[in-house]
């Protein structure tokens, strides 16, 4: 009984207690709605206020909306990119973000460039005129393990007949598909080749400047300050297409004293009428090249200016953001003679560029 009778009065208690607590929390709960009505619908809420808070909430929603597609719109443009990156995953670190663009990883169709696959390939193209040492500049980058410069690709009439002709070129090129004995292949860092202006450069210059600029491709200028020297080398070269002095074949470079020697024997007559039109001709084409490339990343060089100072190659290793290396060229110069031993008629000459701007083309012998 006794039992029984505590746990009624431990119901009845606990029921007692239970009630009022619940009713308790209703009010709380009543009341809280209530006050949070109140505050929530003022009830002398002018309609302009109504309006302004709907018109926040419309631009609120275009405002998210608006990120949301953007957001979405970057995703697929990311997965797009990423398509073609994701299998390349070669990134570019501790480089500044301007140079970015300038780094290259080409897939080439006919071989596999293996562990450099990641290492960033620059394109390059080295601008000049004949004559102009280029052929020796050449041979002291290609002397870089990680340089190949393809030569004067574009000495081929069919090469550079139109400019689509020449775009696929370029893009075989770069594409580091081009074979020659330059060609360093799946460790190149910097590619190229070597261009004369009168090889469709200038006729075509506006798609190739638009080319460079696309593809980031860094021009190199070569040019030679002395070109009474230029224009003796150009005429003696010419001279031996024909006369072929050494041992009945003609070479425009050599690699010995012996056949430098041979070649320098050669004294041409320069036509005085001609002298003085021919050098500004030259001067000229070399400043307007200079002109149209002045939009793309470019360096001009001067032969003499390599030839007496060889921190020069630093810059040019620079440029082309290279690991340094010493540049060596088994190239011999052939017109070493001061220049007055190598005219024939160099009285005439003297006599014509004296008091003219050209005059200290006359004087530059002692220093090449
Ligand atoms: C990545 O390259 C591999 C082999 O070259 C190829 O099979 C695969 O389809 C490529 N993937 C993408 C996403 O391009
Ligand atoms: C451009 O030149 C190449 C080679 O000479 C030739 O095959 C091609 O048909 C030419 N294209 C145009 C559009 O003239
Ligand atoms: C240069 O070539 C060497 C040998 O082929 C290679 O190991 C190195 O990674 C290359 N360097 C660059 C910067 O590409
Ligand atoms: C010309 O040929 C002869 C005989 O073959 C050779 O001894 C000489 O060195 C050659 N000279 C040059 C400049 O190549
Ligand atoms: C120099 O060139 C001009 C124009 O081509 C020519 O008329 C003249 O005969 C030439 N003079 C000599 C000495 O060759
Ligand atoms: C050699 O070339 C470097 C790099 O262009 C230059 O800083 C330096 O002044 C030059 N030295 C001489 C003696 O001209």
Known sequence: MGLSLKWKTRKSASSSIFIPCFSGLMEDLCFLTKDSLVIKTPKKSPLTLRMV???????????????????????????????????????????????????????????????????????????????????WFETLLNSHINVSSNGEIFSVRDRRSNVSSILKTMDKVYNLDWFTSASKNECSAAIGFKWMLNQGLMENHKEIVDYFKERKVSAIFLFRRNLLRRMISVIANSYDKDAKLLNGTHKSHVHSLVEARILAKYKPKLNDTLLIPELKQTEDTAAKAIEYFKSTRHIVLYYEDIVNNRTKLKDVQEFLRLPYRDLQSRQVRIHTAPLSKQVENWDDVEKKLTGTLYESFLHQDQQV
């Not at 719109?73 to 990134?91: D, P, R, W, Y």
């Open 53 to 135: 808070v709907l018109a926040f909430a419309a631009v609120c929603g275009v405002y998210i909306c608006s990120i949301c597609l953007e957001q979405i719109s970057t995703q697929t443009k990311a997965k797009f990119i990423g398509i073609e990156v994701l299998n390349q995953s070669c990134h570019s670190s501790g480089v500044e973000e301007l140079e970015i663009p300038y780094l290259h990883y080409p897939k080439p169709k006919t071989f596999s460039r293996k562990e450099c696959v990641c290492n960033p390939v620059r394109f390059f193209a080295i601008l000049s005129v004949q004559r102009s040492g280029s052929g």
